[in-house]
């Protein structure tokens, strides 16, 4: 959600993803590996939000409303679980930047600039997503009030997992064009990122 600029990022209002490619073994394809969705915390404290993140993402795109394309065996990860000798078909990095945690933090004017982004190289949009957390937060702030600490990490968790959305359909098509409608539109309210309906943010 936003513009793309003829350098080499691609800003968008919403998320934070990678698409890096495993070398395979000698008697395996890259192509019978799962893919795998790996979550990069920048605070430490970010942390505890990832069950509510996975969950999210799990219920986003289960929903039959929506036609993201996502894999069916994709495997979702928090980097602190990777180990020597991982292997994945294709890793999406979701790097998260900041803290995730909205339960803690004061409000303070939002100031301008993307809730999450791509970039592109030459080109080429790479598989990288990124989200500033504290701004997300902050954006959510007038939705979350009144929330109790469960419904505000369900209500982050759930737009996290909508602005990775916005960022995967980017990268997988190759294309910074926006709709006017759904999740693929260049700019989405608070309400657009937490409300929970089967058609709310869909494409």
Known sequence: MGVVRKVNWLPCLVIAFALAFSAPAEDVSAHSLSPAVVFYFDDPASTAVWPAIADAFRRETADESREYPLPADLQLLPATALHPGSEFGQVVQVHLRGRCDVAEQAYRPLGHGPLGWVIRVSGEIQPYVYVDCERLVQ???????????????????????????????HITLQSDVHTSHGIRRAELTANDLVTASSGAGGN
């Open 139 to 169: 954006f959510l702030n007038p939705r979350t009030l009144g929330m109790d600490d469960a419904q505000r990490t369900d209500a982050v968790a759930t737009a996290i997992a909508r602005i990775t959305m916005h960022e995967w359909l």
